[in-house]
């Protein structure tokens, strides 16, 4: 069973940067996937960005691509978003999630139903 632990939230202002952070705990299967998804309040879980871990495919959100980078350090097993030019419209929860059997295909990727095992989260507030 693996266990995922966010970091890196916070407060910024508009334009500003954040990077969060996903340690994960157990094992890592190379047909795995991992993604970033958010919910803000009164809105559906959406999807940001994720990775094939063994193939390093990754899928990005129209609205954020350009500006966020995810990434991957298999030596910790610890997963990556890198957030620039961040805008008021970023603001939520944002959670780390893992999905076993995925190979990289962008509509396991991108969806949150495909997903099992999911971080607690962690805030992203960006003020105007």
């Known amino acids: 069973q693996v266990q995922l632990v966010e970091s890196g939230g916070g407060s910024v202002q508009a334009g500003g940067s954040l990077r969060l952070s996903c340690a994960a705990s157990?094992?890592?299967?190379?047909?795995?996937?991992m993604g970033w998804f958010r919910q803000a309040p009164g809105k559906e879980r959406e999807g940001v960005a994720a990775?094939?871990?063994?193939?390093?495919?990754?899928y990005y959100a129209d609205s954020v691509k350009g500006r966020f980078t995810i990434s991957q350090d298999n030596s910790k097993n610890t997963l990556y978003l890198q957030m620039d030019s961040l805008k008021p419209e970023d603001t939520a929860m944002y959670y780390c999630?893992?999905?076993?059997?995925?190979?990289?295909?962008?509509?396991?990727?991108?969806?949150?139903?495909?997903?099992?095992?999911w971080g607690q989260g962690t805030q992203v507030t960006v003020s105007s």
């Open positions: 999630a893992y999905v076993v059997s995925c190979f990289g295909h962008e509509a396991t990727m991108k969806s949150p139903v495909s997903y099992r095992n």
């Open positions: 990775i094939w871990t063994g193939g390093g495919r990754t």
């Open positions: 157990g094992r890592i299967y190379s047909s795995s996937c």
